[in-house]
């Protein structure tokens, strides 16, 4: 009789233990199913927003397709609907000058040398706006600090900046552009609390006074204020200019 016990609760025991690891090994595999449901939600987001887009980052799809999707270990399940709309977001890009946010500057040559928009070319003779007359926005030359900023009412995520040269063609004494620049960023714009964006990099800008620059950041800028600090020019501080940031759109 013992035996026959000893051997039923050897039975038993084994049974258990089968059972244990079956349960174990059970919700291991789902979690990894979970895991890989997660990801491939992630990837479908990317694959539909951004077609054709493979071997990327995140961020890197989102430099290249404007989309943001959150990481994989954010997701509370794998629900594909529920990943786009939590988790994923599609943006356009907008100029800060035709949305109208603020500008200022630390000087400015005279009233007519405030013409900063990108488009203005200071032809002459037609009716434009005396501060167009000149074709940029002219730093003032005895100006020991020239910046020129964008000062929104709310945080933007910054991207990019965009500079052109002075857009008359008569320029006197010469063609003009700023030749290279770093940006700042603030909240508040007191001193004190600026921060340099991309290390304090210095960004090369224009070689001549008409062809559009673009300077990509490394990464964005989440601030209300945007500053450019001129570095070089050609002959006078002078340019056009324009700053991008995202903007959401929901899906």
Not at 21 to 34: H, L, M, N, R
Not at 143 to 166: L, M, N, Y
Not at 171 to 191: A, D, F, L
Request: hydrophobic share 35%.
């Amino acid at each position: 009789m013992i035996s026959k016990l000893f051997v039923f609760g050897l039975l038993v025991s084994a049974a258990f233990s089968q059972s244990s690891t079956t349960a174990a090994v059970s919700s291991q595999t789902g979690s990894d199913a979970k895991q890989q449901q997660q990801r491939k939600s992630v990837d479908d987001c990317i694959a539909d927003r951004c077609p054709g887009l493979t071997g990327v980052t995140l961020d890197e799809c989102r430099m290249k397709c404007n989309i943001i999707c959150g990481p994989a270990a954010n997701l509370a399940d794998g629900n594909l609907e529920q990943v786009r709309n939590n988790y994923c977001r599609k943006t356009k890009l907008l100029n800060a000058t035709k949305f109208g946010i603020q500008v200022a500057w630390s000087s400015s040559w005279s009233p007519a040398s405030l013409g900063y928009q990108l488009e203005n070319n200071g032809l002459k003779g037609e009716a434009v706006p005396l501060n167009y007359l000149l074709g940029a926005w002219i730093a003032h030359q005895e100006d020991p600090d020239k910046w020129f900023e964008f000062r929104s009412e709310t945080i933007r995520e910054w991207v990019a900046i965009v500079t052109k040269g002075r857009g008359s063609n008569d320029s006197w004494p010469g063609p003009q552009w700023v030749k290279s620049y770093q940006v700042r960023w603030s909240n508040t714009g007191e001193e004190g609390d600026w921060y340099d964006v991309d290390k304090g990099k210095v960004f090369n800008a224009n070689t001549d006074n008409n062809t559009p620059v673009r300077n990509n950041f490394e990464n964005t800028v989440h601030a209300r204020i945007l500053r450019i600090a001129i570095k070089q020019c050609n002959i006078y501080c002078s340019m056009r200019v324009d700053a991008l940031f995202l903007s959401l759109i929901h899906i």
